[in-house]
């Protein structure tokens, strides 16, 4: 949906990642009457975060956006990485890979996680059908958030590896962990494994415009490469077969209060 010059490569991916030009590849456009309600799916309850509370987490830059790799530990969803993806132009401009009826949010952060119980490592999961789980939360700016000033103040001084303090990765979630929708797709970026099951947050979470300011200051700046970290969204992509389930129904009344 947005072709300037900073996503244009996306369209040779293909050539390069087979994979990329698959049936079941993200983001894609969640439009809400044509999702599905399922019952079965309960409240998304992360496990293990706090295990990483007294360690520091290694950010190191991939040239492609901010990436954060937690040390190993037990669990059988693992959080081993984060990713923020963003546009150039500003709050109120975009910069989500996932939209919703269209629309798309100021960010996107990315909690990757891999199927611990059956694979050693990230590496050997990421190319299996039930290898990662990502949790996909829409950003929006508005409201200060305390809880992100740890990536934000670290996005400025990417260059290949850093420590940051540990913190509590449940922080940067949404408080409804309820409603949420959710299907089969794969990375967002090369090699575009389908091997993600999605689950993608209702609500948003809050950060202040300043916070959004920091963030597209951080992306100016330059890589090794020279590549420009910015605009570092992928085009929306068709649903083919799928159906994206949801946690709730319409109908159902807010539950914005609840304590999850
Ligand atoms: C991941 O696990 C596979 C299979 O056990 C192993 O061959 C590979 O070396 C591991 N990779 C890393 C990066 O630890
Ligand atoms: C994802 O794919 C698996 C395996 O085909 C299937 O069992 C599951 O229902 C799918 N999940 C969604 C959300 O469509």
Redesign the pocket.
């Known amino acids: 949906i947005c072709t300037d010059w900073g996503s244009v490569g996306q369209w040779q991916w293909p050539e390069y990642f087979p994979d990329c030009a698959g049936t079941s590849q993200s983001p894609v456009d969640v439009v809400t009457t044509q999702t599905k309600y399922d019952p079965s799916l309960g409240p998304v309850t992360p496990l293990g975060y706090d295990q990483h509370n007294n360690r520091p987490f290694t950010l190191y830059n991939n040239g492609h956006t901010g990436n954060y790799s937690t040390p190993c530990g037990g669990g059988a969803a693992l959080s081993v990485q984060l990713h923020l993806h963003w546009g150039s132009g500003g709050p109120g401009r975009g910069g989500s890979e996932h939209t919703i009826n269209g629309l798309s949010a100021d960010a996107e952060l990315h909690v990757v996680h891999y199927n611990s119980e059956l ?6 999961a990421v190319t299996q059908p039930d290898g990662l789980a990502v949790l996909g939360i829409l950003i929006a700016g508005e409201e200060t958030n305390p809880a992100f000033n740890n990536i934000l103040s670290y996005l400025s001084r990417i260059r290949h590896k850093t420590l940051i303090p540990a913190f509590d990765v449940q922080s940067l979630l949404p408080k409804d962990l309820r409603r949420y929708y959710r299907y089969n797709g794969s990375l967002t970026t090369p090699p575009c494994h389908q091997s993600v099951t999605w689950t993608l947050f209702r609500e948003r979470v809050q950060i202040s415009k300043a916070q959004m300011e920091t963030m597209l200051h951080s992306s100016r700046a330059e890589d090794d490469d020279g590549k420009m970290l910015q605009d570092n969204y992928r085009a929306i992509q068709p649903l083919h077969h799928r159906v994206v389930l949801t946690s709730f129904s319409a109908g159902q009344i807010d539950t914005k209060k609840r304590k999850c």
């Open positions: 694979y050693p490592n990230m590496s050997a």
